[in-house]
Structures are given as C-alpha cells and as structure tokens.
C-alpha cells in the first residue's frame, strides 16, 4: 500500500520543516556590538543584518583607558567606496563633529566619537541598505580608517 505510506511521511516532513524555517528566523541578528580598545583593535570583520530586522543597532563600548582626544573611536557606516573621502573629510570637522563633515550624505549611520570607558550605540532601518551593495564599517577618528573598518 505504497500511497498510504506517502501520505505517513508528508504528514511527519511537513511539520518538521515548518518549525526549522521558524528556528531560523528568530536566529538572525538585529545588533552587534564592536569593541574599540587603546591599541584600535576591532575584533569582528562582517556583519550580517537578518533580512527580518526592520532596524539594526551596532553598539560601541570602548574598553580602553584613553581619552577621546587621543584614541578616540566611532562607528561609522557608508557605501565601501566612500570610506576614503568621508574619513578624509572628517579630518577638517574635527572632534566636536566626530571627525564628519556635517550633513555628508555618504554617510549611512554614525556614532559620537568616545573615549576609554565610555559606550555609545546607533539604530538604523535596514531599509537603507540595498542587496548587492557593498558597504564598510569604520572609525572616523584621523588615521584610524586604515586599521578600523
Ligand atoms: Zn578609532
């Protein structure tokens, strides 16, 4: 009776795949949370925001002892082929602007600058983001883009 025994296994399959789909969503991320020290480390080369987050939140704790006029660090997120010219242009704007040039539309999301043992976050709507597109993360703070992104 080989059309009964088919109908035994859709009955065990189907309910097995739905909870798996179900797992996976709940599994995606909707933050991250990057580490800035005094030796600039950042300990996390991608991040991957669930295509379920409506809006993603990357919080910054700075586990260092300096302070934000000496090793400052933020996080700022733009389009990988803008990163140059947006941190070039942070330079001038200086610290009370978080080393941005105010308004820049390249830039996606941003943080204040912080020091050691300071933490501060950002929430952005994923929304922003286009599949396919490349974007890169990094510290605004003048020399620290070629380490920190
Ligand atoms: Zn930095």
Partial sequence: ?????????????????????????????????????????????????????????DNLPHSGNLAKNVMGHNWVLSKGDDVRAVASDGISAGLDKSYLKPGDERVIAFTDIIGGGEKTSVPFPVAQLKDGEDYTFFCSFPGHVAIMQ
Avoid: W, Y
């Fill in 1 to 57: 009776n080989l059309r009964r025994s088919n109908m035994m296994i859709k009955r065990f399959v189907l309910p097995a795949l739905v909870a798996a789909l179900a797992g996976s969503a709940f599994a995606q991320e909707c933050s991250v949370t990057l580490d800035g020290t005094d030796a600039m480390h950042v300990d996390i080369k991608g991040i991957t925001a669930g295509n379920s987050c409506t809006e993603f939140t």
